[in-house]
Nanobody, 120 residues
């Protein structure tokens, strides 16, 4: 129901834009967000956006470099990643949770993930 795309290989300092498209149902009343998992590490929270797009919040490690947006008419969420660093290398997962504004550590839906690799 959640399809993440847009990952790839980019050099340090470059940019990528990930998309997360929902199908089968609408999540226009749900918070949506992104998590990532690097090799050998636990999955970590990246950022989230409220149901109406008016509120966003991010992990300290990406604050000021990443930006989340959503288009409820298209049932799609985006993650704009700028000034990428090698430590951003991970599989990125989109997620939906049951509340309107708060992303918990146990979202109710997960996307399948898209690989982002940042070369030094």
């Amino acid at each position: 129901q959640l399809q993440a795309s847009g990952g790839g290989l980019v050099q340090t300092g470059g940019s990528l834009r990930l998309s997360c498209a929902a199908s089968g149902r609408t999540f226009s009343r749900n918070v949506m967000g992104w998590f990532r998992q690097a090799p050998g590490k636990e999955r970590e929270f990246v950022g989230a956006i409220s149901w109406n797009g008016e509120s966003t919040y991010y992990a300290d490690s990406v604050k000021g470099r990443f930006a989340i947006s959503r288009d409820n008419a298209k049932n799609t969420m985006y993650l704009q990643m700028d000034r990428l660093k090698p430590e951003d290398t991970a599989i990125y997962y989109c997620a939906v949770d049951r509340t309107q504004s708060v992303m918990t550590t146990a979202p109710i839906y997960w996307g399948q993930g898209t690989q982002v690799t940042v070369s030094s």
